[in-house]
Nanobody, 123 residues
Framework: QVQLVESGGGLVQAGGSLRLSCAASSRIFSTSLVGWFRQAPGKDREFVGA????????YYGDSVKGRFTISRDNAELTLYLQMNSLKPEDTAVYYC????????????????WGRGTQVTVSS
């Protein structure tokens, strides 16, 4: 069974940066669209960004565009989310998810999920 494991979350002050990682237990990424979602208590799971692993096309949600950057390590099958200029409203559990292409921005369209990593931004 394929597993996704997120890491890199923590506590940071507003304006700071964090880098999240998502590692896969198999080569599922090579044929997948892989993305990040986030969910704050009482709110819907929100699309952050995703990459088509095959084509390299990258997509971002409007709330993070210009501040967050998605990248990958093909050899290590790892997805990254570089988060800069963090705001208190970025506080959430961040999840890594995968599905077959094409791009989807709704959480229910993704079949494979990690357990999440907490990001807390203080004011």
């Amino acid at each position: 069974q394929v597993q996704l494991v997120e890491s890199g979350g923590g506590l940071v002050q507003a304006g700071g940066s964090l880098r999240l990682s998502c590692a896969a237990s198999s080569r599922i990424f090579s044929t997948s669209l892989v993305g990040w979602f986030r969910q704050a208590p009482g709110k819907d799971r929100e699309f952050v960004g995703a990459i088509n692993w095959n084509t390299g096309n990258i997509y971002y949600g409007d709330s993070v565009k210009g501040r967050f950057t998605i990248s990958r390590d093909n050899a290590e099958l790892t997805l990254y989310l570089q988060m800069n200029s963090l705001k208190p409203e970025d506080t959430a559990v961040y999840y890594c998810a995968a599905r077959p292409p094409p791009i989807r921005r709704i959480a229910s369209e993704y079949d494979l999920w990690g357990r999440g990593t907490q990001v807390t931004v203080s004011s």
